[in-house]
């Protein structure tokens, strides 16, 4: 079965950003010469307009209090009723987190902040610099602090975006999680 993938859009993509932010802060300093009296200055301002445009569009985000960061991750739960995912099927289904190896140190801390680890669901998440969406777990401690553990798996996350699309807004679906190991590495598992 090949899923359908989502990707960001291109103007979204902090690589991209990047990008811009670069080429035209370099563009800006090959146009000012002295042969071009005029058009140089004039097209080098434009340019560094650009790239502050641009560099804004990175950083902004990061400082608004609701804003989210370039993988999308929440910060808590920011007042969002917390309901039960629906379900795939009738039976739960044990999956296993994928790119939980990568995000040892956060599930290491939520387990540490918790005496019963919870998880959400996060739909439209990346990895940094990735343009994919997918669908993320993030843990829940008990200060109500968030913490990305992975992502759903590949063949599932079509069908988890769109049971979390039909979720009205300011609700976050709840998922029973267990983490294995008592140290690293550790595993996550979810009931789908």
């Given at each position: 079965?090949?899923?359908?993938?989502?990707f960001k859009p291109f103007w979204r993509w902090e690589?991209?950003?990047?990008?811009?932010?670069?080429?035209?802060?370099?563009?800006?300093?090959?146009?000012?010469?002295?042969?071009?009296p005029v058009v140089g200055p004039i097209v080098s301002v434009?340019?560094?307009?650009?790239?502050?445009a641009a560099a804004l569009a990175l950083i902004v985000p990061l400082l608004r209090r609701?804003?989210?960061?370039?993988?999308?991750?929440?910060?808590?739960?920011?007042?969002?009723?917390?309901?039960?995912f629906p379900g795939l099927r009738d039976e739960p289904t044990r999956v296993r987190v994928v790119e939980s190896e990568r995000?040892?140190?956060?599930?290491e801390a939520a387990v540490a902040l918790s005496r019963?680890?919870?998880?959400?669901?996060?739909?439209?998440?990346?990895?940094?610099?990735?343009?994919?969406?997918?669908?993320a777990v993030d843990l829940v401690d008990d200060r109500g602090g968030v913490h990305r553990a992975g992502f759903v798996p590949h063949d599932l996350d079509a069908q988890v975006d769109a049971l979390l699309k039909q979720l009205p807004a300011g609700q976050v679906a709840e998922v029973t999680v267990t983490v294995v190991g008592r140290a690293r590495p550790f595993t996550v598992d979810l009931q789908l």
């Amino acid at each position: 079965m090949n899923p359908t993938r989502r990707f960001k859009p291109f103007w979204r993509w902090e690589a991209l950003l990047f990008a811009v932010v670069l080429v035209a802060a370099m563009a800006a300093s090959l146009v000012a010469r002295p042969e071009w009296p005029v058009v140089g200055p004039i097209v080098s301002v434009l340019l560094l307009a650009v790239a502050i445009a641009a560099a804004l569009a990175l950083i902004v985000p990061l400082l608004r209090r609701t804003g989210r960061d370039s993988e999308n991750s929440r910060h808590d739960l920011g007042g969002d009723q917390v309901v039960p995912f629906p379900g795939l099927r009738d039976e739960p289904t044990r999956v296993r987190v994928v790119e939980s190896e990568r995000r040892q140190t956060s599930i290491e801390a939520a387990v540490a902040l918790s005496r019963e680890v919870r998880a959400v669901l996060t739909p439209d998440a990346s990895r940094w610099l990735g343009r994919e969406l997918r669908v993320a777990v993030d843990l829940v401690d008990d200060r109500g602090g968030v913490h990305r553990a992975g992502f759903v798996p590949h063949d599932l996350d079509a069908q988890v975006d769109a049971l979390l699309k039909q979720l009205p807004a300011g609700q976050v679906a709840e998922v029973t999680v267990t983490v294995v190991g008592r140290a690293r590495p550790f595993t996550v598992d979810l009931q789908l």
